[in-house]
């Protein structure tokens, strides 16, 4: 602050600290200009750090809801990609001839197809029984 041009008590004129620090006000006043620019300053500071925290919770918040979204997505691809297969080859063991019931390659069909079960099951597949034979 400055007084004006009649030296009036109490008639004062607000100026930026930065330009207060320009006139001649005494080694005290000059301190405590310093002193608060330097309080903004690190204000300012702190304000953005504020501001990146805030930014930075909403990024990871943002990410986590992308990562949940992709990994259904992912399952979904999974499920649409074996169930095909799955289908197939359930009908493959249904009608093996009784002696051949044991053989190396019924046994070898039939892990292949619990083992997609498997997968489907763990992946909150379930199979329901539909009239004349086996659905998901």
Request: charged share 30%; proline share 4%; glycine share 8%.
């Amino acid at each position: 602050m400055e007084l004006n041009d009649e030296y009036e008590a109490g008639a004062y004129i607000w100026i930026d600290p930065a330009e207060a620090l320009k006139l001649d006000i005494g080694k005290g006043h000059m301190d405590i200009i310093k002193e608060y620019l330097k309080y903004k300053e690190t204000e300012g500071y702190l304000n953005d750090l504020k501001r990146i925290q805030a930014d930075s919770r909403i990024i990871r918040s943002g990410q986590a809801e992308t990562q949940k979204m992709l990994g259904g997505y992912l399952i979904e691809k999974l499920v649409l990609d074996i169930v095909p297969s799955w289908i197939i080859s359930a009908p493959a063991t249904l009608h093996v001839p009784p002696e051949e019931k044991d053989s190396p390659w019924v046994v070898g069909i039939q892990y292949i197809e619990k083992q997609l079960e498997t997968v489907l099951t763990d992946n909150g597949i379930q199979t329901i029984e539909v009239r004349g034979g086996r659905g998901i």
